[in-house]
């Protein structure tokens, strides 16, 4: 069994150890890739609209009639190859949103935070010393630790205190453990990771038994009905 990682205290002193099942996946690329594609195409907002030949403010009138005049017949002048005429093609409001298995999805997560414990640029942050925002705090401990920017904090639900304190840093982003996605985590150069972060992250981003994926029950749950006896019924003497 590998040694566990550690990681620096940020806004403490020490180091603490890092959670074998979430620091020690291996890096899978096109996984990760994949995962932070689908974070990014969920955000996009996909509300983009051109207007077609039948939606652009147009005289709906024959520009010219269709002989006599020597020149060559037209019909409608909201046609897209001219001046003013609907886009051909364009652009319409849509969902970019694509589906990345659950367990892929987890396995990349597990991924993107291992590449930050393998190259040492995770520190666990701590939380309970902020009982009331303070930038200058979180701003002395940033630069204490020496992190390469940009930084992403990780924070617990409870932890508002801790998360205003952050949020006003220059290139430091701050995210509910909830809603951090792996492209959060692999498009930073440096993550800080409250201690209760980190059993929402271990949630997220656990093994996914294959007996509960296939029957959407636990692996342990009881079955509805037990078996029938497979044992010969003994004979009369």
Do not use: C
């Not at 005049?69 to 694509?98: D, I, Q």
Request: proline share 5%; charged share 25%; net charge positive.
């Amino acid at each position: 069994m590998a040694d566990a990682k550690k990681a620096p205290v940020l806004g403490g002193s020490g180091s603490e150890s890092l959670p074998a099942g979430l620091f020690s996946e291996p890096f899978h690329e096109s996984l990760v890739h994949q995962a932070a594609r689908a974070d990014l195409a969920a955000r996009r907002r996909g509300t983009h609209s051109s207007l077609t030949r039948g939606e652009v403010s147009m005289t709906t009138a024959k520009a010219w009639r269709q002989k006599g005049t020597g020149r060559a017949r037209v019909g409608a002048l909201s046609v897209p190859h001219r001046y003013g005429g609907g886009a051909a093609f364009g652009p319409k409001p849509r969902s970019y949103v694509f589906k990345v298995n659950r367990r892929e999805r987890r396995r990349a997560l597990r991924s993107a935070l291992s590449v930050h414990a393998e190259r040492g640029s995770v520190a666990v942050l701590d939380a309970s010393g902020f009982s009331e925002p303070s930038t200058k705090q979180a701003a002395q401990g940033v630069s204490k630790w020496g992190a390469d920017l940009p930084l992403l904090v990780i924070v617990g639900p409870d932890e508002d205190a801790a998360a205003k304190s952050f949020r006003n840093i220059d290139r430091v982003t701050v995210a509910q453990a909830s809603a951090a996605g792996v492209a959060d985590v692999i498009g930073a150069a440096s993550i800080a990771v409250s201690k209760s972060a980190l059993a929402v992250l271990a949630e997220r981003s656990g093994e996914v038994e294959r007996d509960s994926l296939e029957s959407g029950k636990p692996a342990d749950a009881p079955t509805d009905a037990e078996p029938a006896s497979t044992e010969p019924e003994s004979e009369a003497v």
